[in-house]
């Protein structure tokens, strides 16, 4: 899990960050949803042509590529289109979320991003999502 705390003079300045990470996550998001297009594409052709030479040889196809679980990652030898299509669905899925609890966070932020006071805002940010947010009023 990665943390990063980074400061901020108003909440205008960190709803203006959030609204750049938005930006940055929107376009990643339409980056990998064009690419699992292309993927599903290739896995339909793949499945028909496996189908194909089933019926011409009456043999099974080549197996799914193989895949070593080492603990703390999984690696994948020649992953099929199928297999490439799940990981790139997770990555999806990671996006989005990230996206909505940031959507949420601004949300909530944003009756605040109208009040003018002396302060720094301290925020711990754990996997790129603001999970903390302190408040420190000038004098303080």
Same mark, same amino acid.
């Given at each position: ?8 003079? +108003?909440? =205008? %300045?960190?709803? *203006?960050?959030?609204? !750049?990470? &938005?930006? @940055? $996550?929107?376009?990643?998001? /339409? ?9 599903? +594409?290739? =896995? %339909?052709?793949? *499945?028909?042509?496996? !189908?194909? &030479?089933? @019926? $011409?040889?009456?043999?099974? /196809? ?19 289109? !199928? ?58």
């Amino acid at each position: 899990m990665s943390a990063v705390v980074r400061e901020f003079a +108003t909440f =205008s %300045e960190l709803l *203006k960050s959030i609204d !750049e990470e &938005l930006t @940055t $996550l929107k376009q990643q998001l /339409a980056e990998y949803l064009r690419k699992l297009e292309d993927i599903r +594409t290739k =896995s %339909e052709q793949e *499945k028909k042509l496996k !189908e194909l &030479l089933k @019926t $011409l040889t009456g043999e099974e /196809a080549s197996p799914k590529g193989k895949v070593a679980d080492l603990k703390v990652v999984k690696l994948y030898i020649n992953p099929d289109a !199928e297999q490439e299509a799940a990981v790139m669905g997770e990555i999806i899925d990671r996006i989005n979320k990230a996206v909505q609890s940031l959507q949420n966070i601004r949300k909530a932020l944003e009756p605040l991003s109208s009040v003018e006071v002396e302060a720094k805002i301290v925020v711990v940010y754990k996997e790129g999502i603001p999970s903390t947010i302190m408040l420190k009023l000038a004098g303080s």
